[in-house]
């Protein structure tokens, strides 16, 4: 059965095509900087989002309208699996994400739901012998059960925590099984509600050791995926331990394990932690820890994550210039972790939804390309740094001076002549990029 009837694959026909159905910027095998646009977006479909999520909200009831609505239990979830890979194929889409809760039923306990998970496993292992679509990456859930309370990796319960052990085992076989990329780890409640009843060392060391745990058993059956922390501050918990990279950075280095992570960088999540969705790829970036990145926007006037759709072109093109200077996202991919609004509750808007993100994306990776080849930001910041190239700067960057001589060397300066950062010069020279593309 088709689930998208009436809707066939999505092409790319230019900025000019008035085709709601077609990529206006995203042109897959065009190259851009010598290698093509799919090779470098490397985009995932959000199986959770697309294909599960029904526009329900903390205030009120699903409003989605979905073709497989009318099933229940593993028809569903196989449902599902259909809908999902003839999606991928029509949208062109080289990778997806999954939870293990996602794909199938939870069953009274773990064997339970693991069968189920085996099941629709095998179906999407078939699925995947024909399709292009490739798993960038699975991971547990581990936050909505009630079971998760108190968290997972950081639960007040030792079975609790055994429990998360186990969910991880699975995932990490799973997504053996699939061939996935990477395995991410979000710390959906891995965090504390009040101190007053929190041992926060314990906590923090549990999760570090259920971290090692995952290392060790991944090289064990042989799963060489890219592992992925995915910082996110203040929801659910009030206080998250991997709050943004800097944040989650020190904990990785605290309990040795820098070497075996990089990082998942939603921007959503960079702006609720007061951050801008480049900053946090830069500081990824710099410490040669940015993995991949959850690709959406939050809404400004909201201070909650709402996932929506990526249409920002500063933001995407800021994105694509630290994905660009990292040399691409190498294992890692640009997934929609995004949602159609609840007021888009037809099943078309699924479509247009990741047509807008893609094309912006596409947008983006344009320009700061664009940007790169003109080095119009290293410009502006070689310029503004070059008395670090003088005689004593040289000294200053390669550790080579110290208090007494720095004084010797400001001690009878009258006037140094400090200049403007023209920020506004070059966000109007920005403008006239995304204009030009
Ligand atoms: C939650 C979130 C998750 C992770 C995967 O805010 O972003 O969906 O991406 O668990
Ligand atoms: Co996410």
């Given at each position: 059965?088709?689930?998208?009837d ?14 709601p159905?077609a ?56 449902a599902?699996?259909?809908a ?24 009274a ?6 069968k ?9 292992k ?12 699975n ?15 950081t639960?007040?319960?030792?079975d ?5 052990a ?9 997504g ?11 710390g ?32 064990e ?21 991997d709050?943004?990279?800097a ?6 280095y605290?309990?040795?394990l ?21 900053h ?15 690709a ?8 909650w994550?709402t ?8 933001a ?8 660009l ?18 007021g ?16 912006a994306?596409a ?19 070689d ?8 005689e ?15 004084e010797?060397h ?17 966000k109007?020279?920005?403008n ?6």
């Amino acid at each position: 059965m088709a689930y998208f009837d009436g809707i066939t694959k999505v092409k790319y026909e230019g900025r000019h095509s008035d085709n709601p159905y077609a990529f206006k910027f995203y042109n897959p095998e065009e190259k851009i900087g010598g290698k093509t646009m799919e090779e470098i977006l490397r985009f995932g479909i959000a199986y959770w989002h697309t294909f599960v999520a029904d526009g329900s909200d903390p205030f009120g009831a699903g409003t989605a309208i979905r073709p497989w609505d009318h099933l229940k239990g593993m028809d569903l979830a196989k449902a599902r699996v259909d809908a999902a890979f003839e999606f991928f194929e029509k949208i062109d889409a080289p990778f997806f994400c999954f939870h293990d809760v996602d794909i199938a039923p939870e069953g009274a306990t773990l064997r339970e739901s693991n069968k189920n998970v085996d099941e629709i496993v095998a179906m999407m292992k078939d699925y995947m012998k024909d399709s292009k679509t490739k798993l960038l990456w699975n991971t547990a859930n581990m936050f909505t059960n009630p079971r998760w309370t108190h968290g997972a990796g950081t639960t007040s319960h030792a079975d609790v925590y055994a429990y998360a052990a186990a969910k991880i085992k699975k995932g990490l076989e799973v997504g053996k099984e699939l061939g996935a990329e990477n395995y991410v780890f979000w710390g959906g409640r891995e965090g504390y509600e009040s101190l007053l009843n929190t041992n926060l060392k314990l906590e923090q060391e549990n999760l570090a050791k259920l971290f090692h745990m995952s290392i060790d058993y991944a090289k064990e059956i042989g799963f060489d995926a890219q592992f992925l922390i995915e910082p996110k501050p203040k929801e659910p918990t009030t206080h998250q331990y991997d709050y943004d990279v800097a944040t989650a950075t020190a904990f990785l280095y605290q309990y040795d394990l820098q070497d075996h992570f990089k990082f998942n960088i939603e921007a959503n999540h960079a702006t609720l932690a007061g951050h801008t969705f480049e900053h946090e790829l830069r500081v990824a970036r710099e410490s040669g820890m940015l993995g991949s990145v959850d690709a959406n926007q939050g809404d400004p006037l909201l201070g909650w994550d709402t996932d929506e759709f990526p249409t920002d072109l500063y933001a995407t093109t800021l994105a694509m210039y630290e994905i660009l200077k990292n040399g691409g996202l190498g294992r890692g991919g640009l997934n929609f972790d995004a949602k159609v609004r609840r007021g888009s509750f037809e099943t078309e808007d699924l479509f247009h939804a990741h047509i807008a993100g893609m094309d912006a994306f596409a947008i983006g990776l344009r320009v700061a390309q664009k940007m790169i080849d003109d080095r119009f930001f290293e410009n502006i910041v070689d310029e503004r740094y070059k008395t670090f190239n003088s005689e004593i700067g040289k000294k200053i960057t390669s550790g080579q001076t110290n208090l007494k001589e720095l004084e010797a060397h400001a001690i009878d300066i009258e006037n140094i002549e400090i200049r403007s950062g023209q920020v506004e010069k070059i966000k109007a020279r920005i403008n006239q990029y995304l204009l030009n593309i």
